[in-house]
């Protein structure tokens, strides 16, 4: 028996010209089309015809179908779209997904490396990791299709929201199609995106009696239709493309429509009652199967819409030739399809026709054959990897088999907890319960197993109501079972954790103080020790930090006792880490110190996510006191390499921050925006903030000021009320800004406002606002000793940019006070503390203090004025070199020319701080000429020429003249 199947399709052209247009304008336009209508209407045969037309246009082809279950393979569709992109055109090793590849490999196992685990799993993280490998596989662009979205999964969902909201731009269309017919999760997903714009949904309707007509005549190979049957069956089909296709399937198989000579006709001795409902039409085709073949189809559908027919010979006691056989038949009866491309998955033709085979089975007959399946699976699957876990214990449900169900729920949430699948991890875990709940004799181990398992769900998830709830419920399931003290104590502390993270102290205090009262009398001493550590981190976190430190060294002593090892080391991490936090803010050596031990042992007992954390805190103490970023970059790729991307987001602003001191500011503006980026796709407003607000910094002191206030509005946007965001918008942004354009009553005003609104937050402190603040009202207002006292008590010593401009804040009141000397050796601190960036920062600073110099006669204001004139026009400081000029006029000093060069600075030696006088003299010392030889061709004097020359070894990282002089021969550069 033919296939009745349409080949083309009839009645949806203005929908697939929308979808090519789409495909072809996929990186300009919303990256989601919703295909949405009926069961049966023709979503999946549009989405298969679009994939048709995109593989011929040189796209790349992934597509992935949610199956229905009671309980979801969590990403199940995104697994099989990316099984099938590996399968094809294979997973490209590229720096853009360096980052994700942990996260991908939590997806695709054999892609990531042995023991790899991502430190950070998240539906936005995956969605990320999804989009980055989308963008880079090949060919032309990339089209997803995602089917049957009414039964994904939650995680499944949010990925495809955020890729709504993310595709626009990328070379990629995802396509996904969606029962709007049935409330579900990912309907008022699509209704959500659609009302923000990200997203286009297409309603496929029901197809008119002319097209209706038009099908069935395509069905049935002929110019047009008539008779009997077929006028029946255009009033029964009600317009759904898959009941025509069901039903003539249906006529065909009875015998009631045959082929003639001259076409198809009705053959008026056969009645098959044109079936009212597609289950009439799929029991009369699989009443029409031999009772061997029966038994297979009903097997197959026990297994769901898509079966593996491997497993069906041990569920039927056939072989499987036999199974074959059957296959073959129900393929011809239109109720499966051909294993393409697989050779060894089935699926029934629609959803409808499995649903339609289960439902009418007895609820004995159907018990039997899921028992059986679930045997057969098993036995075929030791382990059952991937979906058969759920698979498994689906049909242990469906027969009735409620602590075996509970068991693969159980490891079902496991699975699901290891990908980062939390909402699906949960719901897994409740319908293990209920299950246990509708056993006939009590499993309370299990039921502990459960909930241990569903605590720790509830606590990444950051849900505290639900970690007291379970946690009590655990405790008590505990009790039932004679757990010992040690258990339920680890448990309370665990607990303690996560609530103190959750900024839920004093629920947190409670945990740990009932965990102590378990562990009196225990001989475990860990438990001592990690009590102590969790309180210290409550303590820290309650703002008690003599208190936090006391605790912790306690914890740290219990953790030495106990040689760190095992669960050892993790304590000392966590103390080690509350002591760092702790003296970060008074002694930066003692924080170092508990940093670098918590590195040490974290390397050492392989603990990757304490491993970077102690990272990235050396990290940030080298760029407070240095501005130094080595640390930082290392931090950053150990986060990178462990798939901790939101930490390498925050890294990368610290890299902003760090590298915006310094003289490559392209190399710092890109590190923000990189941050920028990451954290608004991961949904990490204050960090955005923070990153916007970090690059209205690189741009003021570029003199950007209209392009930083943007920036700083921006900024204050994505966090509105934030202090540290509005410190660094207002401190750190507008101000340098208004210092740079020389106007020093804007950043006076400014920095007065900025300091006001700063106040709230003190762990702000090492802020450049900070140290802005007491500078400019000593140079320039009344309050400089008050608003010195201010910046010292926040802490804004922390940071080496703050000190510096706290130097020179004092050397300038110490001039007020007659202490000449003094005030001069205080500039020169200030001068060290700077001379660790670019040697911009030490002019702005001499010209801001060099007025008072003058005035009160300290240090050195006439030179450092000179030499600063060239290099800020040089780097483009005109408004500051000419300020320098006044200066120097209204003191009755020599004041220089304009001493720019007039060679071109190329970009990586500008980056090096290289001036266009300094690249004068760099050319013609590269023509071998002498410093007398120079000095007369630029009208400058020898003594200047070896300043410059000195200038450059040293920038260069040049040893003497000689390598100066040969460097500069081989340099390819404009004459």
């Known amino acids: 028996m033919r296939t009745i199947q349409c080949r083309d399709l009839v009645g949806r052209e203005a929908e697939l010209e929308f979808l090519t247009t789409a495909l072809d304008r996929a990186d300009h336009d919303r990256g989601l089309i919703v295909l949405a209508g009926e069961a049966g209407v023709g979503k999946s045969r549009m989405a298969r015809e679009l994939a048709s037309v995109a593989s011929a246009r040189n796209f790349t082809v992934a597509s992935g179908r949610a199956v229905q279950a009671s309980s979801p393979v969590p990403l199940r569709p995104i697994v099989e779209a990316l099984t099938g992109v590996e399968r094809t055109t294979g997973i490209p090793d590229l720096p853009a997904l360096a980052e994700y590849r942990p996260a991908l490999a939590s997806m695709l196992p054999d892609w990531g490396q042995e023991g790899q685990r991502a430190a950070e799993i998240s539906p936005l993280i995956l969605g990320e990791a999804l989009l980055r490998l989308l963008t880079c596989v090949g060919g032309k662009g990339t089209l997803l299709v995602l089917e049957d979205l009414h039964f994904a999964d939650p995680e499944t969902v949010a990925v495809v929201e955020y890729l709504a909201d993310s595709l626009a731009g990328e070379p990629v269309l995802c396509v996904a199609t969606l029962r709007d017919s049935t409330p579900s999760a990912a309907l008022d997903m699509v209704r959500s995106v659609h009302a923000r714009r990200t997203a286009s949904v297409i309603s496929i309707g029901r197809l008119p009696p002319a097209d209706v007509r038009r099908m069935v005549a395509d069905c049935l190979d002929q110019e047009d239709v008539h008779g009997q ?141 899921a028992a059986t399946a679930a045997a057969a699976i098993q036995t075929a699957h030791p382990g059952l990897p991937g979906a058969l876990c759920e698979l498994a214990a689906e049909l242990h449900e469906m027969a009735g088999q409620h602590v075996q169900a509970a068991a693969l729920l159980l490891e079902a949430g496991r699975r699901s907890l290891q990908r980062g699948a939390l909402t699906s991890a949960a719901a897994s875990l409740a319908r293990g319960r209920q299950e246990l709940g509708q056993a006939p004799a009590a499993e309370p181990r299990m039921l502990a197993d459960i909930d241990d398992t569903l605590s720790t769900v509830h606590m990444l998830a950051g849900d505290a109501d639900q970690v007291v709830q379970t946690t009590d419920r655990l405790i008590a399931e505990l009790d039932a079972i004679g757990a010992p003290a040690s258990r339920k104590a680890e448990v309370r502390l665990r607990a303690a954790r996560s609530l103190s993270e959750c900024d839920q102290v004093a629920m947190a205090e409670e945990q740990v103080a009932a965990a102590r009262a378990l562990a009196e009398g225990t001989p475990d001493p860990r438990l001592g020790g990690w009590a102590d550590a969790v309180a210290a981190r409550c303590a820290i976190d309650a703002g008690k930090p003599d208190h936090a430190l006391e605790l912790a060294q306690s914890a740290l002593t219990s953790a030495e006792a106990a040689d760190l090892s095992g669960s050892a080391a993790e304590i000392a991490c966590e103390a080690l880490e509350v002591i760092g936090r702790r003296e970060r803010i008074c002694d930066t050596a003692a924080a170092r110190a508990a940093f670098e031990r918590a590195y040490q042992i974290s390397s050492r007992c392989g603990l990757p996510v304490r491993r970077i954390r102690a990272m990235h805190e050396l990290g940030t103490i080298e ?63 204050r960090v955005e903030a923070m990153a916007v607000a970090a690059q209205a910094c690189i741009v003021a002191t570029r003199g950007e000021r209209e392009r930083t206030e943007a920036l700083a509005e921006q900024a204050e946007q994505l966090a509105p009320g934030d202090p540290s965001v509005l410190m660094a918008a207002t401190g750190d942004a507008r101000v340098t800004a208004a210092i740079v354009s020389n106007d020093l009553a804007a950043a006076l005003e400014t920095s007065a406002a900025a300091v006001k609104q700063g106040r709230d937050e003190r762990l702000t402190a090492p802020a450049l606002g900070w140290g802005y603040w007491p500078l400019l009202q000593a140079v320039a207002g009344d309050g400089g000793r008050a608003a010195l006292r201010d910046a010292i008590d926040v802490g804004a010593e922390v940071a080496c940019w703050n000190r510096g401009c706290l130097s020179y804040a004092e050397a300038v009141l110490a001039g007020q006070d007659g202490q000449a000397e003094r005030a001069g050796q205080l500039a020169e601190q200030g001068r060290r503390q700077f001379a660790r960036c670019a040697p911009w920062w030490n002019h702005i600073m001499h010209r801001l203090v060099a007025p008072a110099a003058f005035r009160d006669g300290w240090g050195d204001p006439a030179a450092w004025l000179t030499e600063a004139i060239e290099d800020l026009d040089d780097n483009g400081f005109y408004h500051l070199a000419s300020a320098c000029r006044g200066i120097l006029r209204q003191a009755g000093q020599r004041v220089p020319r304009c001493g720019r060069g007039n060679a071109h600075v190329p970009g990586d030696l500008r980056k090096l701080g290289v001036t266009s006088r300094e690249m004068d003299v760099f050319l013609l010392v590269g023509d071998g000429q002498s410093s007398a030889e120079v000095a007369a061709h630029l009208a400058i004097s020898p003594k200047t020429v070896e300043t410059h020359i000195a200038s450059l070894i040293a920038k260069l990282g040049l040893g003497c003249r000689r390598e100066l002089v040969a460097y500069a021969a081989r340099a390819s550069l404009p004459d």
């Open 229 to 369: 049957v077929v006028q029946r069956l255009l009033a029964d089909s009600d317009g759904l493309p898959f009941a025509v296709e069901e039903m003539l399937a249906s006529a065909i198989s009875s015998g009631e429509l045959v082929p003639g000579a001259n076409g198809w006709r009705a053959n008026e001795e056969v009645t098959t009652g044109v079936p009212t409902s597609i289950t009439e039409s799929v029991r009369h085709r699989l009443a029409g199967l031999a009772p061997k073949e029966s038994d297979v189809v009903i097997a197959a559908a026990v297994l769901g819409r898509q079966f593996d027919w491997t497993l069906i010979p041990a569920m039927v006691d056939a072989t499987e030739a036999e199974v074959l056989a059957a296959l073959q038949r129900a393929c011809e009866a239109q109720l499966v399809e051909p294993p393409c491309p697989s050779q060894v998955v089935f699926r029934f033709r629609h959803s409808l026709t499995r649903d339609a085979i289960v439902s009418d089975l007895l609820p004995p007959l159907l018990a039997r054959h």
């Open 623 to 685: 760029m407070f006191e240095e501005s130094g970023s080595r640390r930082l970059c290392e931090a950053k790729g150990l986060a990178v390499e462990c798939g901790a991307v939101s930490t390498a987001a925050v890294l990368d602003l610290q890299l902003a921050n760090a590298w915006s001191l310094g003289t490559d500011l392209d190399r710092a503006l890109d590190a923000a925006q990189r941050s920028q980026q990451a954290a608004a796709r991961l949904q990490m407003n």
